[in-house]
């Protein structure tokens, strides 16, 4: 009796080990790794459904309690047909003020900051990955944009442009291209923000694109040499596909911190004069619009949900060998 009792056990234990010694390596990964999303994913998910819930009810203005009565998704309909425009600081959007409307300011800003932060952040990564003297001194004179702190970057294009001490400002408004009060223009204001930004973060492009060129085996353009390819050609044939999942990856990161912009334009100019998505929900909080804050929040998260999800397509073709 005891001896079957043991080979139970026995069984019992060995099935399980069994199940994990079955599993590929990628699906071994991903149970380790499940306690780590687990806990992530309730981090991640918990103020998401928090906030949705907030967003199903009505503001209320007075009283103890933060949200008003439930109205289901009535602040969506009213958010995004204009009608919740009147009761926010700035409205959401309004194709009459596209550069005081959160959600364009957000997307001009995005679409500019990242295209130019992928264009000189690979062109720097393409000068870093050359064998060059002085190469240690130019990395770091690339990087150190990047150290600076958010504000410390604001307080510096906030100082330039400002009309009795920035030095910019005379020269700039001479040439025709801003005016003798910059920071308090919305579109000059958006120019000085997204300078600021490229200024910053080109550096965070070039390194991980840099990562991405110094991954590609050199052997291939010793192939490519023999075979008497141009440098054109091999950049086309070899360094852009194999560069490319390390420069979509740079970029998926740059646009979720682009749509998240709020402290940039609050050093640099104001959510007032530069309104995004950001400084939206925290002007409608800060106004206890506690609902319209969070409905104002949830549409951004699923914004950048949306973009995420293209970028992760875009990842998969490239990844595959459909490219662009």
């Known amino acids: 009796m005891a001896t079957e009792t043991g080979q139970r056990r026995s069984a019992s234990l060995t099935s399980p080990r069994r199940w994990v010694e079955s599993l590929s390596d990628t699906q071994f990964a991903y149970l380790l790794l499940t306690p780590c999303l687990l806990v992530f994913g309730v981090i ?76 000189l952040g690979f062109g720097q990564a393409l000068i870093l990955n050359q064998e060059f003297r002085g190469r240690r001194w130019a990395r770091v004179a690339i990087i150190l944009p990047w150290a600076v702190p958010i504000v ?39 120019i000085i923000v997204i300078v600021a930004d490229v200024w910053k973060t080109s550096a965070f492009m070039a390194l991980i694109i840099l990562a991405g060129l110094q991954s590609i085996d050199r052997s291939l353009y010793d192939v490519a040499d023999v075979a008497g390819a141009s440098k054109f050609e091999r950049f086309k044939t070899i360094t852009l596909p194999l560069v490319l999942p390390s420069v979509l990856v740079a970029m998926l990161f740059r646009t979720i911190g682009a749509m998240r912009v709020f402290g940039l334009i609050e050093t640099v100019s104001s959510c007032s004069t530069v309104p995004s998505l950001s400084c939206l929900v925290v002007q409608a909080f800060s106004s206890s619009r506690y609902a319209s804050a969070a409905t104002v929040a949830f549409v951004t998260a699923a914004i950048i949900g949306i973009v995420v999800s293209v970028y992760i397509v875009k990842f998969a073709d490239v990844e595959g060998g459909g490219g662009f």
Do not use: K
């Open 44 to 119: 991640a998910f918990w103020p998401l459904a928090r906030t949705f819930q907030m967003s199903l009810h009505a503001d209320l203005l007075y009283g103890a309690e933060r949200i008003g009565p439930f109205v289901g998704f009535e602040n969506y309909v009213e958010l995004l047909t204009g009608e919740r425009n009147a009761a926010l600081p700035r409205p959401f959007f309004d194709p009459s003020q596209l550069f005081t409307s959160a959600l364009t300011v957000t997307i001009i800003f995005t679409v500019v900051s990242v295209f130019f932060e992928t264009l």
């Open 152 to 190: 410390i970057q604001g307080m510096i294009f906030f100082l330039l442009f400002q009309p009795t001490i920035g030095f910019l400002v005379e020269p700039l408004q001479q040439l025709g291209i801003f005016s003798s009060t910059p920071q308090a223009n919305s579109v000059e204001s958006l």
